[in-house]
């Protein structure tokens, strides 16, 4: 089956730095989306990698390892309006596209 | 307006009820896509139109209908719902369907309870 894999719930200071991780196992690979969600809110597209690397994107950058089916977002000089659900998504070769369930990042000061 | 809207925000209804979920996009995209967002779990997509024509119906039970009349409006019909119905249903836009940097644009979502 296909699946995504990012953890339930994260907590980081603001001013620091935190990274969210994404595994995926899925039959293909056209892209690796995140989205990030505030509560009660739409989610909102952020990056979208499908070359292996690094995408930044002022204080957010995504990073994508095709052959180990991985991708991290970094988050820097966190904000205390950062505090959101972070949502990975991959498009699979039918160009469906696999949803992990959130990573619901809380900042403190 | 711009973006997609979704109304209402929050719903209430009872097993017996028959509602509609309202969405209307301005972005002049093609596609158009229903989703039910639960606590926890990941998105899952229940319908997909494709200028005006569903593409996608994911085993969703029948006392979920959804209509698309232009490529700017989305309804999801509701009728004998079941209490594990209850849940954040999000309609969404993109500018093609079946393409690879598909980004999605969301509405705000409909809060949906069935008592």
């Known amino acids: 089956g296909q699946n995504i894999d990012q953890p339930t719930e994260m907590t980081a200071t603001e001013g620091a730095i935190v990274q969210i991780n994404c595994t995926y196992q899925?039959?293909?690979?056209?892209?690796l989306f995140w989205y990030q969600q505030h509560a009660g809110e739409a989610p909102t597209f952020l990056s979208y990698?499908?070359l292996d690397g690094l995408e930044e994107k002022g204080r957010f950058s995504s990073f994508l390892s095709r052959s180990k089916g991985y991708s991290y977002l970094l988050l820097k000089e966190l904000q205390m309006k950062d505090s959101a659900s972070y949502l990975c998504a991959v498009m699979d070769s039918n160009y469906q596209l696999i949803w992990g369930a959130g990573t619901k990042l809380i900042i403190k000061p | 307006e711009t973006g997609v809207t979704q109304t209402p925000r929050h719903l209430v209804m009872g097993m017996t009820n028959k509602k509609s979920l309202k969405c209307e996009q301005h972005?002049?995209?093609?596609?158009m896509y229903w989703y039910k967002q639960s606590a926890k779990k990941p998105l899952e997509l229940m319908f997909v139109y494709s200028l005006e024509e569903r593409v996608e119906n994911n085993s969703v039970p029948s006392r979920f209908s959804p209509e698309c009349p232009n490529s700017s409006h989305l309804f999801l019909h509701l009728h004998t719902l079941q209490p594990e119905d209850s849940a954040l249903y999000l309609c969404?836009?993109?500018?093609?369907?079946?393409?690879?940097?598909?980004?999605?644009?969301f509405g705000a979502g409909s809060r949906l309870t069935v008592l």
């Open positions: 990698n499908v």
């Open positions: 969404a836009s993109s500018q093609t369907q079946g393409s690879g940097a598909n980004v999605l644009t």
């Open positions: 972005l002049g995209h093609n596609a």
């Open positions: 899925t039959s293909g690979f056209n892209g």
